[in-house]
């Protein structure tokens, strides 16, 4: 037995729930901070930032899962489903800061940011998108959509994953090191999936 098999056997045996409480545990850093002054001067944009990375950060999680396998034969496919909803969870806190407690409701400002703002309206595409996905991310939406349909539907993640690292890039605009990290990391990840899809396409016979 390879050390892949073995740890591939083990993975069987682990639950799958323990996620959903590990995922929760940035959050409940983050209202810790919030409540003792550890968010710094401005806590509302700092709140905002934060989210909005972790939500990130469980994209880019969520991508990494079909390499890990491919590269060292380890399936962590298991899990993806509860990484997709964590970080769409964050997604939607990310947006409910923003909502309220940076503009506070002014719909007006709101709709403009919206339109006139590229780094929003680039948000508000990938936030749209992430909403299908977690909707129908559970078995009962494969059965009725059919897993070729809903395989289509959840290609979506990789439109969302670049357009929250550009949407990352553009919010921060003097474009320093970690958002260019972001960028490159989901670039790296989205090229090998084009790379694999072609790989498949020319060992299928004529």
């Known amino acids: 037995m390879t050390l892949a098999q073995d740890i591939n056997g083990r993975l069987r045996r682990v639950p799958t729930w323990p996620l959903y409480p590990l995922g929760l545990l940035p959050f409940a850093w983050m209202t810790w901070e919030a409540f003792t002054g550890g968010l710094g001067v401005?806590?509302?944009?700092?709140?905002?930032?934060?989210?909005?990375?972790w939500a990130l950060k469980?994209?880019?999680?969520?991508?990494?899962?079909?390499?890990?396998?491919?590269?060292t034969k380890v399936s962590l496919i298991k899990f993806r489903r509860q990484i997709?909803?964590?970080?769409?969870?964050?997604?939607?806190?990310?947006?409910?800061?923003?909502?309220?407690?940076?503009?506070?409701?002014?719909?007006?400002?709101i709709g403009s940011a919206i339109l006139k703002r590229p780094f929003i309206t680039i948000g508000m595409l990938a936030f749209a998108m992430m909403i299908p996905l977690a909707v129908t991310s559970n078995n009962l939406?494969?059965?009725?959509?059919?897993a070729a349909a809903w395989g289509r539907l959840h290609k979506l993640t990789y439109a969302v994953?670049?357009?929250?690292?550009?949407?990352?890039?553009?919010?921060?605009?003097s474009w320093p090191r970690?958002?260019?990290?972001?960028?490159?990391?989901?670039?790296?990840?989205?090229a090998a999936r084009v790379v694999w899809a072609r790989q498949r396409l020319s060992a299928r016979p004529a």
């Open 178 to 190: 970690e958002p260019m990290v972001y960028l490159a990391i989901v670039a790296v990840l989205l």
């Open 161 to 173: 994953a670049a357009l929250g690292a550009v949407h990352y890039l553009l919010v921060v605009k």
């Open 58 to 71: 469980f994209i880019v999680a969520g991508l990494c899962v079909t390499p890990i396998r491919k590269l």
């Open 84 to 109: 997709g909803l964590i970080a769409f969870f964050y997604v939607v806190l990310h947006f409910l800061v923003w909502l309220f407690l940076d503009l506070q409701l002014r719909w007006g400002e």
């Open 141 to 146: 939406s494969i059965r009725r959509l059919g």
């Open 42 to 53: 401005d806590p509302v944009l700092e709140l905002e930032h934060e989210v909005g990375l």
